[in-house]
């Protein structure tokens, strides 16, 4: 079996991509990158020398390019994570979200349509967010059968590819599978999402920035738990299918915060060490959204899965992590990732 795994060199892509490598030794895994800010192949330095393993650089945006990689490499199954994925980026610039988002994501449901005649084995898997439901009050959860309702430009990009892969499903036959998950944290994450930069701040002693009043909420699922998720679905789910995966796991911001402080002043012993006083209140992010939680209960029920971490423990694992791994810290926050692949990969 031939997979293509988009955005395999960013954060949950890195960690599905190294799951597949590692756990099906018979399939062949294609994973197809644009390395842009958030992506990253020494993400995947482990598995990189793997015969079931290869690298494309490319980008999703490109519909020649996609459309000549279908047909060079023939894939028969996709498992679509690339995208622009962070809210503050898509409130100052929202095209870049329609275009990686919607348009990448046609690009390939096109291309999936034009060299997949026979739907035969065939599978289209999108990786989606449960923002494409909008807000909860101070009860509910997101069902797989929650209206959608997104209220940023990220969370209504990704609303609308969910609607594109239905529609191609629907219309041309492509087989497809959706899944949309909570907030994840572990490692390698790009530190501009609340985890990694805040760790990243108490490391350097700097500002840690809360949004409005701090009390937001958020249903935080470990990335590597999404991964064996993923699995689940893409092995066992059914066509056309949607699951929504969370973390049974919510959190206030500001509680999270405090507890992220804890942990990371007992493990850096500083004798300055009083994380919390780095605290600040800032301007709230507009339209923010109030609480996000996930009802797991179908992906729970019919596929067996849960998460296998607590958050204590997969938040210090993920600490130790980022402080094991402070190289990968200045490489990703200075670019100079970036700058080396743009000189490997010129032509
Ligand atoms: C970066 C930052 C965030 N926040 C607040 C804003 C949110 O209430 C919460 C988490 O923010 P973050 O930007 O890390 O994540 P969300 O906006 O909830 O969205 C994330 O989870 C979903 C499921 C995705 O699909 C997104 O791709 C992913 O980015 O902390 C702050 O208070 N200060 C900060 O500096």
Redesign the pocket.
Known sequence: MKILITGGAGFIGSHVVRLFVNKYPEYEIFNLDALTYAGNLENLKDVEAKANYTFLKADINDANEIDKLFNDYDFDKVIHLA?E????RSISNPLAFVETNILGTLNLLNAARKYWADYNDKLFYHI????VYGTLGDSGLFTEKSSYDPN?P??AS?ASSDHFVRAYGETYGVPYIISN????YGPNQFP????P??INNIVNKKE?????D?K????WLFVKDHAIAIDLAFHKGEIKETYNIGGFNEWQ?ID??QLLCKIMDKKLAREDGDSARLITY?KD?PG??KR?AIDAGKINKRLGWKPSVTFEEGLEKTIDWYLHNSQWLQNVTSGAYQKYYKEQYKS
């Open positions: 995208a994925s962070h809210v503050d989606s967010t449960d923002e940023s990220y969370s990704k998950c909570s907030n994840n501009e999402k609340l985890i930069l805040f840690l920035p809360v949004y409005g701090g937001y909420t958020r249903d911001n999270l915060i800032v992010r923010h959204d996000y």
